[in-house]
């Protein structure tokens, strides 16, 4: 699996923790930033990341901002990517086995990096459960076909 990952400045140590995480899980992974002491606007760094899992450069994107909302109304923009916001250990289960959700996003302003980590290892390892969510996702994607 290789994963995109990219914060804007609210969101920089959360963003160290999880590449350490990557790190210590072995995961493949390449930082889009931002090396910002200044503030920066979101979607310089959502949007690259999106578009790069969806046409499947990388598998999944993390992305990290003050709340982490910024970040996924960004990313859900772009055909394709299922970004699902999540500050809980339950969601980020949910979230893969029902959604297929292709970009998490989280906020270094909402949770810790205790349970910040807990919530990507879990999402990281979540699998899909397809039947009755692949009608759903289905539908999505064919919102996406015909309006987008
Ligand atoms: C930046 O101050 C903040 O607005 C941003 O990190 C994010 O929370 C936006 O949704």
Not at 23 to 46: H, K, M, N, T
Not at 77 to 93: E, M, Q
């Amino acid at each position: 699996m290789k994963v995109a990952l990219a914060s804007d400045h609210g969101g920089v140590n959360l963003r160290k923790e999880i590449a350490n995480l990557l790190d210590e899980l072995g995961i493949e992974y390449q930082d889009f930033g931002c090396e910002c002491e200044s503030s920066v606007d979101y979607p310089d760094y959502a949007l690259p990341v999106a578009k790069k899992v969806a046409d499947g450069e990388f598998d999944r994107g993390i992305l990290i901002c003050g709340t982490g909302i910024g970040m996924c109304i960004t990313a859900n923009k772009v055909k394709g990517i299922r970004c699902a916001l999540v500050h809980d250990t339950f969601s980020a289960k949910a979230t893969r086995q029902h959604n297929d959700s292709n970009i998490l996003a989280m906020g270094e302003r909402v949770i810790g990096p205790g349970l910040a980590r807990d919530i990507a290892e879990i999402w990281l390892k979540g699998e899909y459960e397809g039947g009755r969510h692949a009608n759903r996702i289905g539908k999505i994607t064919e919102y996406e076909k015909t309006h987008l």
